[in-house]
């Protein structure tokens, strides 16, 4: 259950609605933020429940499907709490309509703000109808969007509206029953047609239709799950939540969205959640996930950090796209490969799979390569931009453990002959080398070596996060005396002193192997990395992601929960149940985690990345033998 008061402060877990083309987020009663077709897009509006009076709201989401019941409840003057309404949201598995149908017991007040750079009108030819049209030119992060998006909210049964000022439409559900419908649309002519259509449907059907795709998507994912007897109500609730998440995730063509605050399709995270639908049984959502990587280099020749949804107007690159995304990409038909036997898959992804393998490989300086700017770590303060170009321990693990899955897998496949095989098996020992020589030090992994930085040639330019404004700017930055990359307002106003930086240890860094299925430590190596990093915890056993920075990285949980069963640990018992624990009230994990294991404050919650690894360890436990 997801409880929620609007008098008390929410935790602000948000549950999830999307079929490819609309998306929607809702906070309690609350709708959040709602956009598309497509999904990258701006959002099109949000509703507010409008209550002076003590409310609260218990949703519960039906088993296997993105539909959530709730029941609001008055308590005025501190009197026992009596039902106001239920009401039942959802959205069409098919077409781009969010519905809620809802049985009201008393007047209740919702507010519909518009985006404030919409044009909103009542339909003239529709009753109780409105239309928001938000022209090109909105924002979507860093970048313009340059395409027209249209919304009607349709109002039928025991309901009246009112458009006010600031595109506010204010929305009295009186006692009875009622329905409020949001059409999405890209073009006028299939909105209106859609829109049209919807607002003489009945509501029963739309109901039984939606309910009829969630049972069947939900045993279809089961009968591939790898995992078939889970003795624990929790881990059975987590896989449910995780699977409903990353299926409202995936966009029609294939990508998942980062969350609710990232709305494109990042590579590393995108390996993350496809190990999630791997571990859920969702072959077919992570075949479609490779095909969007597939579509995306055969038209541009490349890939980036992240990509737009729905569509292909943006491209979002960071600091040293060559390096460890192409690598993750290169894992993930691994595991997609090694679960499926689908070898065709792989051939047909040749091109692509041979790009992922030579980009890096011109970035390595002593085998070692540089990090990729858009790590989780740097993003959230724990390790400094100023690092990027040292030696990444990350990095260079993701190359060797792509070239020892890739080099074998082509050569069996006759893509490679003995000759290129025994070129890359060369890279692939050298990287071997230095990984131990300049990351492995005895209980330990270094994130970084700073080492590298003496071996290249630094770049005057380079595109991602500027050093001084990293909230504000984003793109092309230049490099100062003092060795930080400025966008060229910076560059031209502001002086970094020089910042020296030395080895740091990093603890998803240092838990990586295990995850990654690498054999590049011993299993007594591994175990005292493993007992290095539980010797770190604090004395409320919180493990932060670097010592001393109070909180953690939403995916450390799993990956400790992922050495300490793969080594047999004592503690890998206290460690899943840990992991659990981790989930918010909508039951995924999220962003960053205080030390004291609550979601930090405004950080990036229903995300896909974490709530994947997350749940693949939840199964790795479980398939190691636990009852």
């Not at 995780?242 to 990042?266: N, R, W």
Request: hydrophobic residues 40%; contains cysteine; negative net charge.
């Amino acid at each position: 259950m997801r409880y929620w008061h609007n008098q008390q402060q929410d935790d602000g877990a948000i549950h999830t609605f999307g079929n490819g083309e609309m998306l929607a987020f809702s906070c309690g009663p609350n709708l959040t933020a709602l956009s598309g077709p497509p999904y990258t897009a701006p959002s099109a509006l949000t509703m507010t429940l409008c209550c002076e009076d003590p409310i609260s709201d218990s949703a519960v989401r039906e088993p296997g499907a993105a539909m959530w019941g709730h029941r609001l409840e008055l308590s005025p003057n501190g009197l026992q709490p009596t039902l106001a309404a239920q009401i039942t949201e959802f959205m069409l598995p098919d077409q781009p309509v969010y519905l809620r149908h809802m049985e009201s017991l008393v007047p209740l007040r919702w507010i519909l703000r518009f985006n404030a750079a919409s044009e909103v009108v009542q339909c003239r030819n529709m009753e109780q109808s409105w239309l928001g049209v938000l022209r090109p030119g909105q924002r979507i992060m860093f970048y313009d969007d340059t395409a027209w998006h249209y919304h009607w909210v349709l109002l039928r049964g025991a309901c009246q509206a009112e458009l006010g000022a600031k595109n506010e439409l204010a929305v009295r559900i009186l006692p009875g029953i009622s329905t409020l419908a949001i059409v999405g649309a890209a073009q006028l002519g299939a909105g209106k047609l859609l829109a049209e259509e919807m607002q003489t449907a009945r509501i029963e059907p739309l109901l039984e239709r939606s309910r009829h795709f969630w049972v069947d998507f939900t045993a279809r994912r089961q009968s591939h799950m790898p995992v078939k007897s889970i003795e624990d109500r929790d881990a059975i609730q987590a896989l449910d939540d995780a699977a409903v998440l990353l299926k409202t995730a995936q966009s029609s063509d294939g990508g998942l969205i980062a969350g609710p605050s990232y709305p494109f399709a990042y590579l590393r995270d995108g390996y993350g959640a496809s190990r999630g639908l791997l571990a859920s049984g969702m072959l077919d959502e992570a075949c479609q996930a490779i095909a969007f990587r597939k579509r995306k280099f055969d038209l541009f020749g490349s890939l980036q950090t992240a990509e737009s949804l729905g569509h292909d107007r943006i491209r979002h690159i960071h600091e040293n796209d060559d390096v460890e995304t192409t690598s993750y990409m290169l894992l993930q038909v691994r595991d997609y490969t090694n679960v499926s036997g689908d070898n065709e898959l792989g051939r047909s992804l040749w091109p692509l799979l041979q790009a992922c393998w030579n980009a890096p490989l011109r970035h390595l300086a002593d085998g070692m390569l540089p990090f990729n700017g858009d790590e989780t770590y740097v993003a959230g303060g724990f390790f400094p931009r100023r690092g990027l170009t040292h030696g990444s321990a990350d990095s260079t693990l993701a190359l060797i453990e792509a070239g020892r899955w890739l080099i074998p897998w082509a050569r069996g496949q006759r893509l490679w002959s003995a000759a290129q095989a025994d070129q890359a098996s060369e890279v692939l020992a050298q990287a071997r080398a230095a990984y131990r020589r300049h990351f492995y030090a005895g209980d330990r992994i270094w994130a970084n070596e700073p080492a590298r930085e003496e071996l290249i040639q630094l770049p005057r330019f380079r595109h991602g996060v500027c050093a001084n404004c990293a909230t504000q700017r984003f793109g092309w930055l230049e490099r100062t005396a003092s060795g930080h990359y400025l966008c060229p307002i910076c560059f031209n106003t502001v002086e970094l002193p020089e910042q020296k930086l030395g080895r740091l240890e990093v603890m998803s860094v240092s838990l990586l192997p295990a995850y990654l299925g690498s054999d590049i430590l011993m299993l007594d190596e591994t175990y005292a990395v493993v007992e290095r990093v539980l010797s770190l915890a604090e004395t409320d056993g919180a493990i932060p992601s670097v010592a001393g920075y109070p909180g953690f990285v939403g995916y450390d949980p799993a990956l400790v929960s992922m050495n300490l069963t793969a080594i047999k640990h004592p503690a890998q018992d206290a460690a899943y149940r840990q992991l659990l624990a981790q989930r918010d009230r909508s039951g995924v994990w999220v962003e960053y985690y205080e030390r004291s294991g609550q979601p930090k404050q405004h950080c990036c919650r229903a995300r896909p990345w974490e709530t994947g690894m997350s749940v693949d360890a939840v199964v790795r436990y479980w398939a190691a033998g636990h009852i």
